[in-house]
């Protein structure tokens, strides 16, 4: 049990168009999901927090307009790169805290933009 | 303020051998959670361990051991008798409770185990 399932698995797109990533969590409800970005060869960093049915709350240095979040139900959280460029090519990770267990993190999503 | 430390960037030993990942945290908190999480080249993270702060007891899971003293603020993690399937990045984690549950990582310590 208690597993998040995160899609895709990894994306290309074009320099200035925008990617969506999903995170899912699929067999418990999540009000709270963390999103990370990790560069290569360096350690996750938190980017936000997602709030199911409120605001997203961004860690500090991290854009709110570059990095859209919306968790509009208990099992969904979704990660919009707006405007993608070089530079936010990465892998991005999402994770849940079901109750009664430690974190579960999604698969991850490594995002390249060209 | 929170913070882990992994001071050892990248270490190699070979096949067999016994390794020792350090790692040290910083917190005000009093309950706080630390995790252990191994990242192999395909980069999902796997989950090896979770220690809340109230417990000091270590533990060993087949070749894993853990050793966790709050006087050092150390949550060491020993690999005996490696395997080349052990290599992989490895993450050691905090959470304090009152932070809204969020993990901070170090950043890593990248494991080569050669055969």
């Known amino acids: 049990g208690a597993v998040v399932s995160q899609h895709p698995s990894w994306v290309i797109c074009k320099s200035g168009t925008s990617v969506k990533i999903e995170c899912r969590s699929l067999d418990f409800q999540a009000t709270t999901m963390f999103w990370y970005r990790q560069f290569p060869k360096q350690s996750l960093m938190l980017m936000a927090t997602s709030n199911e049915g409120s605001k997203a709350t961004y860690e500090q240095g991290v854009e709110k307009d570059k990095f859209l979040i919306n968790h509009a139900s208990l099992t969904l959280s979704t990660l919009t790169v707006t405007s993608a460029h070089p530079e936010d090519s990465s892998f991005y990770i999402c994770s849940a805290r079901p109750r009664g267990y430690g974190y579960t993190f999604g698969s991850g999503t490594r995002l390249t933009v060209v | ?115």
């Open chain 2, 1 to 115: 303020a929170q913070k882990v430390t992994q001071a050892q960037t990248e270490i190699s030993v070979v096949e067999k051998e016994d390794v020792t990942l350090d790692c040290v945290y910083e917190t005000r908190d009093t309950t706080y959670y630390l995790f252990w999480y191994k990242q192999p080249p395909s980069g999902e993270l796997v989950f090896l361990i979770r220690r809340n702060s109230f417990d000091e007891q270590n533990e060993i899971s087949g070749r894993y051991s853990w050793n966790f003293q709050k006087s050092t603020s150390s949550f060491n993690f020993t690999i005996t008798a490696s395997q080349v399937v052990d290599s992989a990045v490895y993450f050691c984690a905090l959470s304090e409770a009152r932070r809204d549950d969020k993990i901070i990582f170090g950043k890593g310590t990248r494991l080569h185990i050669l055969p």
